[in-house]
């Protein structure tokens, strides 16, 4: 299935529907909590702030993949005021290129803005080809090692 960069939709919380955010709540949840088995709050009450945004892209089935950009008051690092979040992927739907379509779109977004984000391990590479760079020590998140990440204006 060819996806486009025009597939990815954008939201606030209050432009979703119920409808949507199930699909993207039941995603979160079978990745994050049944899949990876993080104990830590899902809900953490930043999805309902206004100034964060939803992106994911959709199918049949429901919400395919999904990220969250949060805008934090004071910079965590440098000048990053968005902190990219939530970062996932169905499981039949990985190997797509799902997520990077999404980032794509996010970048374009936020293209004037400096932005952060804490990577699993493993996920590192992908996104030092989006212009981010790791900062600070490795650390566990959730049981899971992350690096944090920092992207300057480009």
């Known amino acids: 299935m060819v996806v486009s960069n025009d597939s990815v939709i954008a939201k606030s919380w209050g432009e979703l529907t119920t409808t ?54 004071t910079a965590e690092y440098r000048d990053g005021h968005c902190v990219i979040g939530r970062v996932v992927v169905r499981e039949d739907r990985r190997g797509e290129g799902l997520a990077q379509i999404i980032m ?14 804490h990577a699993q391990e493993y996920i590192v590479p992908l996104y030092a080809k989006f212009g981010f760079e790791a900062f600070g020590e490795l650390y566990e998140e959730a049981t899971i090692m992350h690096q944090s990440m920092y992207r300057p204006v480009q």
């Open 20 to 73: 949507e955010l199930y699909s993207i709540m039941k995603l979160r949840t079978d990745v994050f909590f049944v899949e990876q088995k993080v104990d830590e709050t899902e809900l953490d009450d930043r999805d309902q702030e206004d100034t964060t945004r939803h992106y994911w892209i959709t199918d049949d089935l429901g919400v395919a993949a999904y990220i969250r950009v949060l805008h934090n008051e």
């Open 104 to 117: 794509k779109r996010i970048i374009n977004d936020y293209s004037d803005q400096a932005m952060l984000l």
